[in-house]
């Protein structure tokens, strides 16, 4: 029998997953309480009940619909009680700016739910397009999270000779780092010394969770973002020189800052609490020239997604 699967999104050609052309599951849910992520609706179980308010015509229509209170709609004003939402979708099939565009109307619940097989069955006629110039990226959330998911859909991918790639933030327990034995072609390591100011320190755990992966026959890239306050003060760039001296790491690569990264606070109605999000160009050249003159090699994108590399 297959296994349950929740995602919140597929991206078809992804550029930054990965080596090649990626197709990019992003399951829902994370461990993690990153102060800059980008996707803040990935965090829960569910993402809450997306509602974008520029192209909201204040009809009224999903409030007469709607059996829990959640919307208030007046002329000029449209409040949400997310909390009491249970995410029938009532209201997104009557809101006249939404039932057009499912995904990306008005109103949206990002949330699916598949069995594997049916999510595989899917992505297959994409995953024959980029099979020779990609493969399949499990992103999120924290994939690993929904572990039986995880290892089914890797041996279906590898089962129809899919290069694999694993994205994880290295915060998670031992067990879902288990039973990846020849399913992962690439991680993608995240390295979170900390999310959230220095209060949080994960190293032990990002050390650990690293000699886990390193028993695999896998290629391991870590991945550290760009973020302004975080990565790039000097607490966090000697923790991160020092791991990679550990471990005899010649290549790192940066994730770039994601500029739009209010969007989808204002849509999921999430509080905003990183301050510097405007100041990543000046982060960006701090990490670039730190790791350079400590001899690491920086890869660029056009590297990462060279396909030489690809083993399946
Ligand atoms: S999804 Fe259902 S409960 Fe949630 S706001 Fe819409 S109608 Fe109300
Ligand atoms: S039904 Fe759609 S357009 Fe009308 S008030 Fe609700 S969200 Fe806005």
């Given at each position: 029998m297959s296994n349950e699967i929740k995602y919140f999104d597929i991206a078809y050609n992804s550029i930054y997953d990965g080596q090649g052309i990626r197709v990019v599951v992003y399951f829902q849910g994370c461990n993690a309480d990153c102060i800059w992520c980008?996707?803040?609706?990935?965090?829960?179980?569910?993402?809450?009940?997306?509602?974008?308010?520029?192209?909201?015509?204040?009809c009224g229509l999903c409030e007469q619909v709607c059996e829990n209170n959640v919307h208030t709609v007046t002329k000029d004003k449209h409040i949400l009680n997310r909390k009491n939402c249970n995410y029938c979708g009532k209201c997104i099939l009557a809101c006249p700016m939404t039932y057009d565009f499912l995904d990306i109307g008005v109103l949206s619940l990002p949330t699916k739910t598949n069995t594997v097989k049916e999510l595989f069955d899917k992505l297959s006629p994409h995953l024959k397009l980029v099979k020779k110039t990609g493969g399949i990226t499990l992103g999120g959330g924290e994939a690993l999270l929904q572990s039986k998911a995880c290892k089914e859909l890797l041996m279906l991918s590898k089962s129809f000779g899919i290069n694999t790639t694993v994205e994880t933030s290295g915060l998670l327990e031992d067990e879902y780092y288990k039973g990846l034995d020849g399913l992962v072609d690439t991680f993608l390591f995240g390295m979170r010394f900390t999310t959230n100011y220095k209060e949080n320190d994960y190293t032990d755990r990002v050390y650990r969770s690293y000699d886990l992966l390193s028993k695999y026959n896998s290629e391991i890239i870590p991945r550290?973002?760009?973020?302004?306050?975080?990565?790039?003060?000097?607490?966090?760039?000697?923790?991160?020189?020092?791991?990679?001296?550990?471990?005899?790491?010649?290549?790192?690569?940066?994730?770039?800052?994601?500029?739009?990264?209010?969007?989808?606070?204002?849509?999921?109605?999430?509080?905003?609490?990183?301050?510097?999000?405007?100041?990543?160009?000046?982060?960006?050249?701090?990490?670039?020239?730190?790791?350079?003159?400590?001899?690491?090699?920086?890869?660029?994108?056009?590297?990462?997604?060279?396909?030489?590399?690809?083993?399946?």
């Amino acid at each position: 029998m297959s296994n349950e699967i929740k995602y919140f999104d597929i991206a078809y050609n992804s550029i930054y997953d990965g080596q090649g052309i990626r197709v990019v599951v992003y399951f829902q849910g994370c461990n993690a309480d990153c102060i800059w992520c980008h996707s803040p609706h990935s965090r829960l179980k569910i993402s809450p009940i997306l509602f974008n308010e520029e192209k909201c015509i204040h009809c009224g229509l999903c409030e007469q619909v709607c059996e829990n209170n959640v919307h208030t709609v007046t002329k000029d004003k449209h409040i949400l009680n997310r909390k009491n939402c249970n995410y029938c979708g009532k209201c997104i099939l009557a809101c006249p700016m939404t039932y057009d565009f499912l995904d990306i109307g008005v109103l949206s619940l990002p949330t699916k739910t598949n069995t594997v097989k049916e999510l595989f069955d899917k992505l297959s006629p994409h995953l024959k397009l980029v099979k020779k110039t990609g493969g399949i990226t499990l992103g999120g959330g924290e994939a690993l999270l929904q572990s039986k998911a995880c290892k089914e859909l890797l041996m279906l991918s590898k089962s129809f000779g899919i290069n694999t790639t694993v994205e994880t933030s290295g915060l998670l327990e031992d067990e879902y780092y288990k039973g990846l034995d020849g399913l992962v072609d690439t991680f993608l390591f995240g390295m979170r010394f900390t999310t959230n100011y220095k209060e949080n320190d994960y190293t032990d755990r990002v050390y650990r969770s690293y000699d886990l992966l390193s028993k695999y026959n896998s290629e391991i890239i870590p991945r550290i973002p760009i973020i302004r306050g975080h990565t790039d003060t000097n607490w966090y760039l000697k923790k991160s020189l020092e791991f990679l001296q550990k471990h005899n790491i010649k290549k790192i690569y940066l994730n770039p800052f994601n500029e739009n990264i209010k969007h989808y606070y204002n849509l999921s109605g999430i509080e905003f609490k990183f301050e510097n999000d405007k100041m990543s160009a000046v982060a960006r050249g701090k990490m670039i020239n730190f790791f350079k003159n400590n001899g690491l090699e920086i890869v660029n994108k056009k590297e990462f997604m060279s396909e030489k590399k690809f083993s399946r």
